[in-house]
């Protein structure tokens, strides 16, 4: 793939048909080693034969995956499947930002999620803007925009249906949200959030500018498979299971998560299949699934939805 041969913008993606079908998109994480790559390589090949619209690569804290979420991403690209790279301004100089977005659009790439990202070390921690660095993701907009290499870029944005934990109020992260819609984004990807009310009041506050806040809002979906593990992102994200939610899965666990795994992960799947059937009944854009790089649990709510094979329950969860 070369510059002059650039991807599918991620908004033209969602507007490819798919005959009796919403679109479908999926999370990556770059690899830690080489079993951590082949399993992405192989859940790529997955997605890849089940439609996916796009595929997202995400970018670790501080530029620590930068090498890796490049090739991951080229990779991908080669498959071919349209991807979007993500960029935080976490320990970056405005200078690395620009070389890292001349790295991307070298690549071919077309797709970019601007993201200020958390602090390093400790995510929940205050946020200390990086000496000649940039410190919101607005500004990242406005230097991609600025970059004549990358002109060709389109932008996506991330939301919070449940606010930013570090809004004040849900009107002031409204106000954040437009602000980065109107610097130049197109769309924005949620936020995981276990309850579809809170999307659908996200896309109503947005909805106050016409111009801007009426662009696609993509819903951001993990299948719970471990309580332990998704409490952790919870608590990093600032998202929270609604107490009906949680009564469900401590019923299922009877006092053990350990001893009932597999009893938690059968309501995971379910939930997430009943809020993925409310999304596409309010006519959300596209389902976006948080995979953790694994396979299964996102086909087995495809399966449910009736937009793929039933998952092999030999592969890796």
Same mark, same amino acid.
């Given at each position: 793939?070369?510059?002059? /041969? $650039?991807? =599918? ?61 490049? %090739? ?59 000496? /000649?660095? =940039?410190?919101?993701?607005?500004? =990242? ?23 930013? $934990? ?8 409204? $106000? ?10 197109? $769309? ?16 109503? %506050? ?53 001893? /009932? ?42 399966? /449910? ?11 890796? %969860?």
């Amino acid at each position: 793939m070369t510059a002059t /041969n $650039y991807q =599918l913008s991620i908004t033209d993606a969602l507007k490819r048909p798919t005959p009796g079908r919403v679109p479908f998109s999926v999370e990556f994480m770059p690899p830690r080693d080489d079993a951590a790559e082949t399993r992405l390589k192989n859940a790529a090949k997955t997605f890849h034969d089940l439609g996916a619209s796009f595929v997202s690569v995400t970018y670790g804290a501080g530029g620590s995956t930068r090498q890796r979420t490049a %090739r991951i991403a080229r990779r991908l690209a080669g498959q071919p499947l349209t991807t979007l790279v993500h960029l935080t301004l976490v320990d970056h100089t405005k200078a690395e930002l620009e070389e890292i977005l001349k790295e991307y659009a070298a690549l071919g790439l077309s797709n970019l999620l601007a993201l200020r990202g958390d602090p390093p070390g400790d995510p929940l921690g205050d946020w200390i803007p990086t000496e /000649n660095g =940039l410190s919101y993701a607005s500004e =990242l907009i406005d230097l991609v925009q600025s970059l004549p290499e990358c002109s060709h870029f389109e932008i996506g944005i991330a939301s919070f249906p449940e606010g930013h $934990y570090r809004a004040g109020s849900l009107e002031q992260d409204t $106000y954040y949200t437009l602000q980065k819609l109107r610097a130049g984004a197109q $769309y924005s990807i949620t936020q995981m959030f276990f309850d579809v009310e809170h999307y659908l009041r996200l896309r109503d %506050r947005l909805a106050v500018d016409p111009e801007h806040g009426t662009k696609p809002i993509i819903p951001g979906l993990m299948p719970i498979t471990s309580l332990r593990s998704v409490r952790r992102q919870m608590e990093l994200s600032g998202s929270a299971l609604p107490p009906k939610l949680e009564q469900r899965f401590i019923k299922a666990a009877a006092g053990d998560e350990v001893a /009932n795994k597999e009893a938690i992960r059968e309501v995971g799947i379910e939930v997430t299949t009943e809020m993925a059937e409310r999304l596409i009944a309010e006519g959300a854009p596209d389902l976006h699934f948080m995979t953790l790089n694994l396979v299964r649990a996102t086909q087995e709510v495809l399966h /449910n939805l009736g937009m793929a094979p039933a998952a092999d329950m030999d592969i890796i %969860r």
